[in-house]
Each structure stands twice: as structure tokens, then as C-alpha cells.
């Protein structure tokens, strides 16, 4: 039988490999650390080639392991080259069991999400071009399906085996899904499905463009007078301090609670990130417009809200000043927390009972949360 030559291309021909699931295997998270260290040593020019030889037992490294979950693989840098497109490929190592495959439609909630870090913005994108004419029919319903009632096994039957779990393996061309354009950045990549999310891929682009430098302070002061003009609502949001409702945070990150009751789009989020150049603010282009200090630093923070069977997401950018009694510094950290409403922010059909909240700040990421009803 001749060798057949599989090519892994975005609209993603999935290598498969069924594995049957072990108690006394790995634990989940022990497989994605040890995969995601595979995806990293990687040299950069396996993923420039997309080179199938280089990565061609993956799969079977990926079933050996019971791997149940998303790893994704990315060069550490990228060269962009003056008036070409960016070309930046990652690699996407999938493990799912039936009973969520039966759940969930893979195609329809795969979403690729690229941060650049220095700017906090956010670019989302489905991670596979599908063609309409050839895809099955949406759901009528975002629910599960319903699970049949089954008779319990009486205690001296043996135990049926366990289910089928299915490995993938698929190129993503991350620049030409994102758009990403060719300027100095730190990047980084990851993968979304739904409730589900992969390790982030970190990648340095180096471009001839200059990189991010301080926000202009015209710029915070504008956002200073967007947020007084907008004002408060009855309640008292947005707020942009700790409230009785904040999470904790002890370390450097980000996280947020949600809101119950009748409020279930209110988000309460803490932040302690480290200081980067774009956050720390220029010299003021004059005098003071009031007796206020002048803010030290721009906080900026992105919520993104995605639906089952919608591979892109509802994207709600935040940003604040803050004051510090001493000139910033890179690299150190500030603490900041803000409270607000998506559904200030976002129609009524955007923020449906079930839907996934994530939060991203910087380098860091939280989530996902549950919207309530």
C-alpha cells in the first residue's frame, strides 16, 4: 500500500488516534505540562516549514499520555520582514472524549485569541475556515443534548471499558487568522473552545517598526473625560477601586467575580500587574487642566464573552487611570481593581445565561466564569 502524505492545513484534516482512558495514568494536568514542553522545544523553523516530519509522532505521544484537553505550540520569535505579511504559524494538540465531542461541536466553538501584550489589545478569529454550504445545521439549541437514562450495573458485572478519547493535530496560520500586522510585539497565543482553554504561546515579533513606548498623556486624559462624562449609573458603576464585592488577589494576576441576582452581568475584578512601558504615562503637554494630580499610569484590561457554537467572542476593553505618589517604574507593580456592568456595555442577546467570561490584563489571563441568569 502506497504511503500516503497527510497535510495538516487550517481547515484542519485532524490526525485521529483512539486511546482508551487509565485510572493509573497521568493526571490531566501532568500531560498538557509535559506536551506543552514538547510544543516548546520545538526549533522556531519547524514551525516556519510547518514541518509534518518534525512533529509527526505527537499524536501517539499525546494517546500515551491520555491527554484530554488543548495544547498549542508557537515559535519563541518571528522575523517580519519590511512590506511582506507576518508569518506566524502555531500548532494546535487536541484531546477530546466522546462525551464532550457529542456536546460540543469542535468546528463551531474553536476560537484562536492573540494578546498583545504591551498594547492589551485583543484579536479573536475562528481557528478553522469552514465553507457554510458543507457545514451540518446549527443547533436549535445551545444546551447539551440530553443524556438517556441508563440502569445501573448490578455489583458483580465488570465494569464496561472505559470511552474512546481522540488525539488532533493541526496547523494554524495565526497571522492570516488574526490579522495580525508585522510591528514589534509580544504576543501571545491561545486557544479557545468555548469553557475550554490551552496553555498561552508566548512569541516575540522583531520588526525594523519601533516597539510600544509611554501612553501619551493627552490620552489618559481623554479617558479620564469619557469616564466623567459617562458618569455612574443608579447603582454606582462603573467604580474603579476595591468594593465590599472584590476578590482577593495575592500574587501577581488578574481575577473577577461575578454579579448574582438580578445584576448577573456585573463584573468585580482585582488586578496586580507589573508595569510596562505603553502603561506608564509621558509628561503632560502643559499645566494640570485641574487641581487633581496628574495619573501615573493607564490600566488596561479586556473582558471577552463567548458563546457556545460562536467561535468569536464579544470583546469589552477597560481602561482606567491610576496615581502613584512616585514616578513608575517598568517592571514594578501596581494594584488596581474596577467594577462594572457588561450589560452597560453589551445588547441583552450578547450576555445569554451560560455564556463564558474570560478577563485578560497585560500577561495575564482568568476565567472562564459562568453567566447566571
Known sequence: MPRHRTTLLLAAWLLVAPVWANDKGPRPMDALRTLTQRLSALDDAVYARRDETAVANLPLQA????????????PRAVQAASGRPLTLNALLLTGTDPARAQSLDWHANAMLVAVDIDRDQV????????DPSKSPAPRESDAAPPVAPTKP??????????????????????????????????LQLR?????????????EVRSDQPGPSNTPMPDALSVMGRLAAAGQSADGLPVFKRTGATPGLA????????????????????????????MIL?????????SRPLP????????????????????????????????????????AAFSIDLASHLPAAALPAGAQVYLQAGRHWYGPRTLGR
Open 153 to 186: 450495573a448490578p455489583p458483580s458485572a465488570i465494569p464496561p471499558p472505559p470511552a474512546a478519547a481522540t488525539v488532533g493535530l493541526a496547523w494554524l496560520d495565526a497571522a492570516g487568522l488574526l490579522g495580525l500586522s508585522a510591528r514589534s510585539a509580544r
Open 63 to 74: 494517546a500515551e499520555l491520555d491527554f484530554r484537553g488543548l495544547a498549542l505550540g508557537a
Open 282 to 290: 509621558g509628561p503632560a503637554p502643559g499645566p494640570a487642566p485641574s
Open 296 to 335: 501615573s499610569a493607564l490600566v488596561r484590561a479586556n473582558l471577552l464573552v463567548v458563546h457556545r457554537n460562536r467561535a468569536q467572542a464579544h470583546v469589552v476593553p477597560v481602561s482606567f487611570p491610576v496615581w502613584s505618589p512616585r514616578p513608575p517604574r517598568v517592571g514594578e507593580t501596581i494594584e
Open 123 to 130: 484579536f479573536t478569529a475562528p481557528a478553522f475556515r469552514t
Open 191 to 203: 486557544l479557545i473552545a468555548f469553557d475550554q482553554t490551552s496553555n498561552p504561546a508566548l512569541v
Open 251 to 278: 500574587q501577581p494576576g488578574v481575577v473577577f467575580a461575578l454579579g448574582g441576582g438580578a445584576r448577573p452581568a456585573v463584573v468585580h475584578a482585582a488586578l496586580k500587574l507589573e508595569l510596562s512601558a505603553p
